[in-house]
């Protein structure tokens, strides 16, 4: 297992319009997700795609996700490489700005625990970056 925390980020956008995004299937897409798959269990979004790794290979990740409006969302890996990984991500309001933090415990089958967490940082840095020009279209 390994800790991950990633904090100080800020999205150009108040905390309803990041809330908005996040809640958008058409808007809220990243690029390191592959063949994507989506349905609901209950109130829970189920999420299913194929995430490259930093040494070029491919995972398969099944989530949960436990959402929170408008405080944030816990994401619960239910299958795959990273089955019992838990984080969870919560924003902070500042005016027209909104913060963001993710914390969370990864687990992963068959990368090290350094690779996870470069692995999951990288994704949650491509996340941001596309979420920051993705809340310009809405």
Do not use: C
């Not at 956008?13 to 058409?26: C, Y």
């Not at 099944?62 to 409006?69: I, Q, S, W």
């Not at 408008?70 to 299958?79: A, C, I, K, S």
């Amino acid at each position: 297992m390994v800790f991950i925390m990633d904090e100080g980020s800020t999205f150009n956008g108040p905390l309803d319009k990041v809330w908005k995004l996040a809640q958008s299937e058409t808007e809220h897409k990243h690029s390191f997700q592959k063949n994507v798959k989506t349905s609901m269990e209950g109130e829970r979004p189920i999420m299913s795609f194929d995430a490259q790794t930093p040494n070029g290979g491919w995972v398969k990740q099944t989530l949960k996700m436990t959402m929170f409006p408008p405080v944030g969302f816990t994401l619960e890996y239910m299958d795959g490489d990273f089955v019992g990984s838990k984080l969870m991500q919560y924003y902070i309001p500042k005016g027209n700005k909104t913060g963001v933090t993710v914390v969370g415990e990864i687990v992963s089958k068959s990368l090290s625990p350094d690779m996870a967490k470069k692995m999951v940082l990288k994704n949650l840095e491509t996340a941001f970056n596309e979420d920051q020009q993705n809340l310009k279209k809405l």
